[in-house]
């Protein structure tokens, strides 16, 4: 259907939308020729897929078709993305409730947050009125809204299986404005609360779920939490904080988890740099890669920049990104060491 056509009258529910013409227009695409000029499927066919056979499989309720499509989302951006986020409505709604809702379940709960954005991202381009998409999803999808929008999550678990984490929400079906009301690390087995984490965690919107990276002898993790909410123009007259990734590690102390100081926050030779000098700070992510032994953790730093240039005022965009190596010791101390990557891509 049109979006052009949608119409919705006050206090009226809108109609569940019906994709069926474009499942038949993927089967006439699947071939190579036809595919041909088309950027979404060249970008699938770059990660190695054939964009619309994974598309027809996917809209049949193929489960490792439908985590091919989800798998190309962060892959998608500019006309790319004009294709594939429309398809991923498409998509969603051809699979029915039942057979998605089945799906997402099995997902571990960073996938979940990944196909919740690409579904909303999708049901975007439908034009609802008045930010209608979550009472659409609740009246047409039920099954899927409640695994996609919990109110209250445990996961995160150890590797030896003895810990979890558990968050709630503020409103489990805002996406703009909820926030973590509550997080902590508790024992799986009986739900005794260890280590309150709430403090440490700024998740908000979208991106409020966050993430756990645990070392491989579960004695330490690395806990993320992203405030992605500021964006727009760096030029504000209103000045506005920085989008926000942080990382706080905790480790086992007896019989809880404790805070470890880090100076993730004090990247060396900042202050000194000249180009950083005047320019406006747009975001700040620090995030674990990998724990690359239980005593030695691996993270990224990038921090994204603009500047106004002279004579004209052009904004002058830059970033810098840090790869930074965090050594534990058995005494609870930690040795901090930064390398500035030369791939200073933003």
Same mark, same amino acid.
């Given at each position: 259907?049109?979006?052009?056509?949608?119409?919705?009258?006050?206090?009226?529910?809108?109609?569940?939308?019906?994709?069926?013409?474009?499942?038949?227009?993927?089967?006439?695409?699947?071939?190579?020729?036809?595919?041909?000029?088309?950027?979404?499927?060249?970008?699938?066919?770059?990660?190695?897929?054939?964009? &619309?056979?994974?598309?027809?499989?996917?809209?049949?309720?193929?489960?490792?078709?439908?985590?091919? &499509?989800?798998?190309?989302?962060?892959?998608?951006?500019?006309?790319?993305?004009?294709?594939?986020?429309?398809?991923?409505?498409?998509?969603?709604?051809?699979?029915?409730?039942?057979?998605?809702?089945?799906?997402?379940?099995?997902?571990?709960?960073?996938?979940?947050?990944?196909?919740?954005?690409?579904?909303?991202?999708?049901?975007?381009?439908?034009?609802?009125?008045?930010?209608?998409?979550?009472?659409?999803?609740?009246?047409?999808?039920?099954?899927?809204?409640?695994?996609?929008?919990?109110?209250?999550?445990?996961?995160?678990?150890?590797?030896?299986?003895?810990?979890?984490?558990?968050?709630? !929400?503020?409103?489990?079906?805002?996406?703009?404005?909820?926030?973590?009301?509550?997080?902590?690390?508790?024992?799986?087995?009986?739900?005794?609360?260890?280590?309150?984490?709430?403090?440490?965690?700024?998740?908000?919107?979208?991106?409020?779920?966050?993430?756990?990276?645990?070392?491989?002898?579960?004695?330490?993790?690395?806990?993320?939490?992203?405030?992605?909410?500021?964006?727009?123009?760096? !030029?504000?007259?209103?000045?506005?904080?920085?989008?926000?990734?942080?990382?706080?590690?905790?480790?086992?102390?007896?019989?809880?988890?404790?805070?470890?100081?880090?100076?993730?926050?004090?990247?060396?030779?900042?202050?000194?740099?000249?180009?950083?000098?005047?320019?406006?700070?747009?975001?700040?992510?620090?995030?674990?890669?990998?724990?690359?032994?239980?005593?030695?953790?691996?993270?990224?730093?990038?921090?994204?920049?603009?500047?106004?240039?002279?004579?004209?005022?052009?904004?002058?965009?830059?970033?810098?990104?840090?790869?930074?190596?965090?050594?534990?010791?058995?005494?609870?101390?930690?040795?901090?060491?930064?390398?500035?990557?030369?791939?200073?891509?933003?």
């Amino acid at each position: 259907m049109d979006k052009n056509r949608i119409h919705l009258l006050p206090d009226e529910p809108l109609m569940k939308l019906n994709h069926d013409a474009q499942k038949k227009e993927w089967r006439k695409l699947q071939s190579l020729r036809n595919a041909d000029g088309n950027e979404t499927a060249s970008q699938a066919k770059g990660r190695g897929l054939d964009y &619309f056979k994974v598309l027809a499989a996917a809209s049949n309720g193929d489960r490792k078709a439908l985590a091919q &499509f989800f798998s190309l989302a962060e892959f998608m951006d500019g006309a790319a993305a004009e294709g594939y986020f429309p398809d991923a409505s498409a998509v969603f709604h051809l699979v029915g409730d039942r057979t998605f809702s089945n799906f997402v379940r099995g997902l571990p709960v960073a996938d979940q947050v990944g196909v919740r954005g690409t579904v909303m991202g999708g049901l975007s381009e439908e034009e609802f009125a008045n930010g209608a998409d979550v009472n659409y999803l609740q009246r047409y999808f039920p099954e899927t809204t409640k695994i996609l929008f919990r109110g209250e999550i445990v996961d995160w678990t150890s590797p030896d299986g003895r810990y979890s984490i558990r968050k709630t !929400f503020t409103d489990p079906l805002d996406l703009a404005e909820s926030k973590v009301s509550h997080a902590e690390l508790i024992q799986k087995a009986t739900g005794q609360i260890l280590c309150d984490l709430t403090n440490a965690d700024i998740g908000v919107g979208g991106d409020r779920e966050g993430r756990v990276l645990w070392s491989p002898d579960s004695k330490r993790f690395a806990y993320v939490s992203s405030d992605l909410s500021h964006g727009g123009s760096l !030029f504000r007259k209103a000045a506005v904080p920085p989008q926000k990734t942080q990382t706080t590690v905790y480790q086992d102390s007896d019989k809880s988890f404790t805070k470890i100081d880090l100076p993730l926050d004090q990247p060396p030779g900042k202050e000194s740099d000249p180009e950083i000098k005047g320019a406006v700070m747009g975001h700040e992510f620090v995030s674990p890669v990998r724990w690359t032994n239980a005593n030695t953790l691996v993270l990224e730093r990038h921090d994204y920049y603009e500047r106004l240039m002279p004579p004209l005022g052009e904004v002058h965009p830059f970033a810098r990104l840090y790869e930074i190596t965090v050594s534990f010791k058995e005494d609870g101390t930690a040795k901090t060491s930064w390398k500035l990557r030369d791939d200073r891509t933003w």
